[in-house]
């Protein structure tokens, strides 16, 4: 079954404390993997799409990576506003448009 | 214009209402979608347009009825809901199925 898992749930960060967010997958043919944030009551933000192992992308304090079965949100010096949810989506052959999304994680960075 | 427009932002109504959100976009793409998100879920997909025709249903019961008047709009149209279906609804496009995903800021609504 395809699946996929972000940890953690929630991550709280002090102002320019770094760290990462996991994304792990269980997928019959992997077409794609995308980043998104939402803040709430918004919809979606779209950050990366990543499509093969080792492929990286940035984007200010946030770097993707992805590797066979997992990829990482990397945030470094993170601020205040980098607060919100991270969800991690993926696309796979033969389904169309349809993505299959982690449940998220929320992620508080305090001053 | 890289936004995605959906009215109203805010809807309550009642189990016997009938009511229509609606979704607009004119970055030109041709993949248009609807998506139903609970507080701290992750959006469920509900239906997938491919240049104007529906190319999936995720097995959405029939009070929910979209429509695709042409490669701009999307509507969903609402009726005999029942206070489950409470959400966020949130519309997104793409320029193909296989492309990122532009998301709406999403109708909050609330069935009594």
């Known amino acids: 079954e395809d699946q996929v898992t972000q940890s953690p749930e929630a991550l709280r960060l002090q102002e320019g404390e770094s760290s990462s967010l996991n994304c792990s997958y269980t997928?019959?043919?992997?077409?794609?993997l995308f980043w998104y944030r939402q803040d709430p009551g918004k919809g979606p933000e779209f950050l990366f799409t990543?499509?093969?192992a080792g492929e990286e992308k940035e984007k200010e304090r946030l770097k993707a990576t992805l590797t066979k079965k997992e990829s990482f949100l990397h945030i470094t010096a993170p601020k205040p506003e980098d607060s919100a949810t991270y969800l991690c989506?993926?696309?796979?052959?033969?389904?169309?448009?349809?993505?299959?999304f982690g449940q998220g994680t929320e992620l508080s960075v305090k001053p | 214009d890289t936004e995605v427009t959906q009215t109203p932002k805010h809807l309550v109504m009642g189990m016997t209402n009938k009511k229509s959100l609606k979704c607009e976009q004119h970055?030109?793409?041709?993949?248009m979608y609807w998506y139903k998100q609970k507080a701290k879920k992750p959006p469920e997909l509900m239906f997938v347009?491919?240049?104007?025709?529906?190319?999936i249903n995720e097995s959405v019961p029939s009070r929910f009825s979209p429509e695709c008047p042409n490669s701009s709009l999307l509507n969903l149209h609402l009726h005999a809901l029942q206070p489950e279906d409470s959400a966020l609804y949130l519309c997104?496009?793409?320029?193909?199925?296989?492309?990122?995903?532009?998301f709406g800021s999403g109708t909050q609504l609330s069935v009594l």
């Open positions: 990543l499509y093969s």
């Open positions: 347009y491919s240049y104007e025709k529906l190319s």
């Open positions: 997928v019959s043919g992997l077409r794609g």
């Open positions: 989506a993926v696309r796979i052959y033969n389904q169309g448009g349809k993505l299959i």
């Open positions: 997104a496009s793409s320029q193909f199925v296989s492309e990122k995903l532009f």
């Open positions: 970055m030109g793409h041709r993949a």
